[in-house]
């Protein structure tokens, strides 16, 4: 097994991957994955996730978060898994921010993310009005 290979099992056993899915992706065996788990002490970790709630992992890296009694459940491990979640998910930051509209082409009736001067349902209706007189 390569440094690469150790360095993946343990990466992705710490998010909780199965030993299937591990194998499967490195093109090895599922025992081989096993035993470097049982030697390096991997072999629990799925066992653990699998009993927690879910969304208490970090909902960027995926890495479990552990969870204060009585405190708020944290969804990122850190700022900058925040950040990076955040980044890519713009349309969850603005989930308020959700304009009613009806195509000006076809007059469905349709919801806006963000932009509240929005006139077609689709590129296929924006295209289709302007190519009308
Ligand atoms: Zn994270
Ligand atoms: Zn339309």
New binding site residues.
């Given amino acids: 097994m390569t440094n690469q290979q150790k360095e993946t099992i343990t990466q992705m056993r710490s998010m909780g991957h199965s030993y299937t899915k591990i194998a499967t992706l490195l093109g090895t065996s599922e025992n081989t994955v096993k035993s470097f788990c049982r030697r390096n002490n991997l072999s629990g970790v799925g066992m653990v996730i699998a009993n927690q709630a879910p969304g208490i992992l970090?909902?960027?890296?995926?890495?479990l978060?552990t969870h204060t009694a009585g405190a708020k459940q944290k969804r990122?491990?850190?700022v900058?898994?925040?950040m990076?979640?955040w980044n890519a998910h713009p349309e969850a930051l603005n989930r308020k921010a959700l304009y009613p509209f009806t195509c000006a082409h076809c007059g469905a009736a349709c919801e806006s993310y963000g932009n509240k001067n929005r006139k077609y349902c689709s590129r296929a209706c924006y295209g289709k009005s302007k190519a009308a007189p």
């Fill in positions: 970090c909902r960027q890296c995926g890495v978060l990122f491990c850190s900058k898994c925040r990076t979640w």
